[in-house]
């Protein structure tokens, strides 16, 4: 019953196409009692004309026969035309409201579903309700009234033969209420599995390279292939299900009319019935064959349609928790950038401990604060929840003092900019992926279609095509950030050290780089990531560990670019790297989801021996015990007291050691 009510949650969407679906409905039952009505005309025919030798009024009755064939044929094609365009915008419209509540739905809820599951409930479930309302809705309840009108035609024609037929037709429900219940459990389950399907092949294309290099791939084959099967038994269930209603849907109806020619033929050779009228009875059992025969599949597509809307609406009853307020308060103009965390908690859905607990933190406009704490301190959940990707479980956050929950998602997302540790890059153009955070509004004017990399800056003009039009993205319609100059993406390509790579590809900003970007390095895919949170000019940047994948030499180059950024607007970012750590003006230090202490670098390598064994972790016993001095050599200065200079490569290299997982340096 439940699935029944989702699939009539559905009916909203067709609301507006009222006018369509009660033309293709008359059309449909105006078919089917056409169909109905010629076995009339032939009962007259033969006990008129036919039986009294008199055709003079045949061609009456063969007219009558054309008008109604070319009426069933016309009123047939005219329901297909009136239910396409209903039924195809349900399909637009639900998928559109399905995109845009997913998008709305916190990162607690992304971390809970598959990707496939949810890619299958947006696109195939769909399309399973799309079919059933352009075909499969409007032929179960015309088919139904026909074998209602039939037998009502049966019983004016001779009841005894109407009751023949009844008898009949009578196991055919219940053989179909039994189906339709059986059916759905099945098809539901047939629906999960396709979904399951649908996150393993996208996991093993999106993983491609980590299921190689660790020779996981014949797993990976093994595992899709099993849910590949599983999906062949539930498909094979159904199939036998379909083929035992279709078996009792098909040999009742033969069954009927065998008794129908008999009884009937009995009466006509007793003068109790003519034979126009078992002609016509017999017509219209005949008739009512393909209502009684599709019953089988049309209740399957029921069934089918059903169980995905219970998906589909399984997905959109999820509540939007983080949402804009019935009245947002306005951020100040200009957005000074001061950040103010109190009380702040935050505990993932079903999660055992809390992420953080009872953070209390104040962030200057224009400061630079760098987070830095073991893995699993909830560093990266902070950060998160300062461009309000969540909200806190309690406490509450303010930028301006305006807390982050009382002003509109766009005017905060428009002031807060984030760089991520894993760099997400969409399949388009270098341009449409470092242009994706500037609204059009927001372009510093007219595209400077034929800006390049200045000279200097590491880009000659022989590396593609820069100044081709990069703002020509892969989809229709206009790119985001297409008002975005040639000459503001290159020089936010630039400070992020990306412009070299950028200009060697062979379009320049106009490159497809892909899905994923897979065909670039960590490095590279990281630096376009950055110079799309730099590009739109943020008075928050929020950097979640975004160099972990460059090398040294490029960190330190990006590091030194990024001072003349940082020192405009508030920055708060996740390091654990000294380099990183000493751009900031102060570094937070989170322990179990807590503010363990707060000062410069300096300051707590210092006085906070945790923080100072996270930064610049002692070396093994073994390590020691080869780098001990021989005669005459002066003894290497331990962790505390190695200087800065000399600790911070040799720190770097082992993490660069680190990231050979991650794809080529950067």
Known sequence: ??????????????????????????????????????????????????????????????????????????????????????????????????????????????ARWQSGQLLSRTVSDITEIGRFVAFSAIYLVVNVAALAVGLVVLAWLAPALALVVFLAYTPMVVATTVF???????????????????????ESVLGVRVLKVFGRAPETVRRFTGQARRLRVLELRKLSYTAALWWVITALPDLAIVAMIGYGGYGVATGALSLGTLMAAVTVA????????????????????????????????????????????????????????????????????????GVDLTIRAGSTVAVAGATGSG???????????????????????????ETALADLRSAVCNAFDDPVLFSGTVRDNVTLGVRDAEAPGARDAGARPADGGGAGGSGGAPGADAGAGTGAGRAPGCGVPDGAVWEALRTVR?????????????????????????????????????????????????????????????????????????????????????????????????????????????????YRLLVRPPLPVAAREARAPGPGEAPLPGPAEAPAEAQVPAERAVAEDGMAGRGRPG
Request: charge should be neutral; include cysteine.
């Open 498 to 610: 990306a412009d070299e790579f950028v200009a060697a590809l062979p379009e320049g900003l106009s490159t497809v780089i892909g899905e994923e970007g897979l065909g670039l390095s960590g490095g590279q895919r990281q630096r376009l990531a950055l110079a799309r949170a730099i590009l739109p000019g943020p008075s928050v940047l929020v950097l979640d560990d975004a160099l972990s994948a460059l090398d040294v030499r490029t960190e330190r180059e990006v590091e030194a670019a990024l001072r003349g950024v940082l020192g405009r607007v508030t920055t708060v970012v996740a390091a654990h790297r000294p380099g990183t750590l000493r751009l900031a003006d102060q570094v937070v230090f989170l322990s179990g989801g807590r503010v363990a202490a707060t000062g410069t670098h300096e300051e707590l390598m210092a006085r906070e021996p945790a």
């Open 1 to 110: 019953m439940g699935a029944v009510t989702s699939l009539r949650r559905c009916a909203p969407y067709l609301r507006p196409h009222r006018a369509l679906m009660a033309g293709a409905c008359g059309a449909a039952f105006g078919s089917m009692l056409a169909g109905l009505a010629m076995p009339l005309v032939l009962q007259r025919l033969v006990d008129g004309p036919v039986a009294e030798r008199d055709f003079s009024a045949l061609p009456w009755f063969i007219g009558a026969f054309a008008l109604l064939g070319v009426a069933e044929a016309v009123l047939l094609g005219a329901r297909r035309l009136l239910v396409i365009r209903p039924a195809t915008r349900l399909e637009t419209a639900m998928r559109a409201d399905a995109a845009a509540h997913i998008q709305r739905l916190p990162l607690s809820f992304h």
């Open 379 to 405: 560093k990266s959940t902070l950060l998160s929840l300062l461009s309000r990707l969540d909200d806190p479980t309690s406490g509450r956050i303010t930028l301006d003092g305006v807390d982050l929950r």
């Open 286 to 357: 005949t008739h009512l064959r393909w209502p009684a025969d599709t019953l089988g599949w049309l209740t399957a597509d029921a069934s089918t349609a059903a169980a995905a809307a219970d998906r589909y609406w399984q997905v959109r009853d999820e509540p939007v928790t983080v949402a804009d307020p019935a009245r947002p308060r306005p951020l100040p103009s200009p957005v000074r950038g001061e950040i103010r965390l109190e009380g702040v908690h935050y505990a993932y859905p079903g999660g055992r401990a809390a992420a953080l607990r």
């Open 180 to 202: 339709e219940q059986r059916f759905r459990v099945v098809a539901r389950a047939a629906q999960e599995v396709g979904g399951d399907l649908s996150t393993t092949v996208e």
